[in-house]
């Protein structure tokens, strides 16, 4: 679910059998891993890190993503999740005098990146995409030639440290998307139950120790300790988890399945897919690039939903004309990655883009 990339050379990985083996390499499973999330280079200066993050930041399936959208030079094309900008610049490039792009993000290191293109085809919204439909009302939009959704979080996002996504550095314990609104990661691990924080870990990160990892965390703050911070939080998941894929962190899934909670980001992407099919034109294109089974799974039932419009039960009489028919069709097959881009960008491997189109029918 991570999109872009660290330029710099990668961090050895390190293979583990136990979490809760001697306590040197416990710490180094807390520091070194080999996963979509986390591959980036070393530097001991967080701050640093960031800058450099936002300047080597390479976006996933660039060129693919946006051949698929088929461009009009006229048309008016959303972005749903502008990152750092990768997808937009590509699709300003390929637009005339006369069109039009909206962006969303509801980082504000994103809205933030987005000042810097100074062109008056580009408009960029501080929202989560959900509220999609409403945003670009307000607009006076209220059809569109295509849209592009990059779903999941993003390389600065990240690296830089003090927005707590990573078990790569100690720092407080975020995650939020939207820095500006919502409750922390740590907010939440302060008031949660046992059973809801078990559902969240086994629903969110597909974590078959879920209900250990959050009996761990519950016991770690009733005994007064707090969980604030992310090497905390790594700590506990680690010691509670008996066994793990080599060369992934213990923590892999909690810090996945809070982040996912805490952002709504399923929810999000579900309340999304209607109203993309509301917003395209006919022959409008829908590009959505998802990085985790959970996401892609929703992109491809929704495509597939409305494809299949015969509701019909088995062998009732009707012509094949009378038919309902389909208002959004799959273009191919799900794309991904060259082996190109993976070895030049780790962090795309998990990637997945699908691509549907609108058709006339109301």
Do not use: W
Not at 104 to 120: C, H, M, N, V
Not at 322 to 328: A, D, G, I
């Amino acid at each position: 679910m991570t999109k872009g990339v660290n330029s710099a050379p990668n961090k050895a990985s390190l293979s583990l059998k136990k979490a809760s083996s001697k306590h040197k390499t416990l710490q180094d499973a807390l520091t070194l891993e080999k996963h979509p999330l986390e591959v980036s280079s070393v530097n001991s200066n967080p701050n640093s890190e960031a800058e450099a993050s936002i300047n080597s930041h390479v976006t996933v399936l660039l060129d693919e993503a946006v051949h698929a959208l088929a461009i009009k030079p006229n048309g008016i094309y959303v972005d749903g999740t502008f990152g750092r900008g990768g997808h937009s610049k590509k699709i300003l490039a390929q637009l005339g005098a006369a069109g039009r792009l909206i962006a969303f993000d509801r980082d504000l290191s994103a809205i933030e990146a987005g000042k810097a293109i100074d062109d008056p085809r580009f408009s960029m919204v501080h929202s989560h995409f959900a509220a999609m439909q409403k945003k670009l009302a307000e607009m006076g939009v209220t059809q569109v030639d295509g849209i592009l959704l990059d779903i999941g979080i993003s390389s600065p996002q990240i690296d830089e440290a003090s927005r707590g996504f990573s078990f790569r550095y100690d720092a407080p314990l975020d995650m939020r998307m939207d820095q500006s609104s919502g409750k922390t990661a740590a907010e939440f691990l302060a008031i949660t139950t046992e059973q809801q924080l078990s559902e969240v870990i086994k629903n969110y990160g597909e974590e078959r120790f879920a209900k250990p990892i959050a009996r761990a965390i519950i016991t770690e703050r009733n005994d007064g300790r707090a969980i604030t911070t992310t090497g905390q939080l790594a700590k506990v998941v680690a010691g509670a988890v008996t066994r793990f894929e080599p060369g992934q962190n213990p923590a892999t899934r909690t810090f996945q399945a809070l982040r996912i909670f805490i952002n709504q980001e399923l929810e999000e992407l579900s309340l999304t897919m209607p109203q993309c099919l509301a917003l395209l034109a006919p022959q409008g294109r829908l590009a959505v690039i998802s990085f985790h089974s959970l996401e892609d799974r929703i992109v491809k039932q929704f495509i597939r939903d409305q494809e299949n419009r015969d509701n019909l039960p088995a062998n009732f009489p009707v012509r094949a004309s009378e038919l309902p028919q389909p208002k959004l069709v799959a273009v191919g097959k799900a794309i991904k990655p060259s082996a190109a881009e993976v070895k030049r960008n780790p962090r795309s491997r998990s990637a997945v883009l699908r691509v549907a189109e609108r058709t006339s029918v109301l």
